[in-house]
């Protein structure tokens, strides 16, 4: 139910991307043609994501929450200086890395939930697209939480 009490009225959505590649890949044409449908139906979306930042339609708002970009494409898999660390999901993405896992959607998980905390009620629903990580579960216990899986991230190449 949105902020007037219409269940058929706008949804006020939270819109999550770990990454938003915008040219090449699936997340950032995904989030891009979704969020900008959403909108055309009337719904308010705001997207919080990490970079690469997706392309999105001018009426949608853009949250960054930028990582240590430890898999950029000019140096994929660079290890990450002390000195960049500026917070705790930065030395979780680190640490992750380190013992060689996929660390990008844990550490956005844990920015996206600093994100939203303060803002718990200002969204109806938060979508996350392909996250999982754990503090996506925190988020879940405050707003109603839908997610969009389109692969095991062990099947991701």
């Known amino acids: 139910m949105n902020q007037q009490g219409d269940p058929d009225g706008p949804l006020?959505?939270?819109y999550l991307t770990y990454r938003g590649k915008p040219h090449v890949g699936?997340?950032?044409v995904y989030t891009r043609h979704?969020?900008?449908?959403?909108?055309?139906l009337g719904h308010h979306v705001e997207v919080f994501g990490g970079q690469p930042y997706p392309v999105l339609d001018d009426r949608i708002e853009m949250h960054k929450l930028p990582s240590l970009?430890?898999?950029?494409?000019?140096?994929?898999?660079?290890l990450p200086g002390y000195w960049e660390w500026k917070s705790w999901p930065d030395i979780v993405e680190t640490a992750a890395f380190l013992r060689g896992q996929f660390s990008e959607p844990l550490a956005f998980s844990k920015r996206a939930y600093h994100a939203l905390k303060p803002r718990f009620g200002d969204f109806d629903l938060v979508h996350?697209?392909?996250c999982l990580g754990?503090?996506?579960l925190k988020i879940e216990k405050n707003i109603p939480?839908?997610?969009?899986?389109?692969?095991p991230i062990t099947k991701d190449r």
Do not use: M, S
């Open 69 to 78: 970009d430890i898999w950029n494409d000019q140096y994929p898999g660079r």
């Open 34 to 40: 979704l969020t900008k449908a959403l909108v055309d």
């Open 128 to 130: 996350d697209n392909q």
């Open 26 to 28: 699936g997340q950032g």
């Open 134 to 136: 754990w503090d996506i």
């Open 12 to 14: 006020r959505i939270a």
């Open 145 to 151: 939480t839908i997610v969009t899986l389109h692969h």
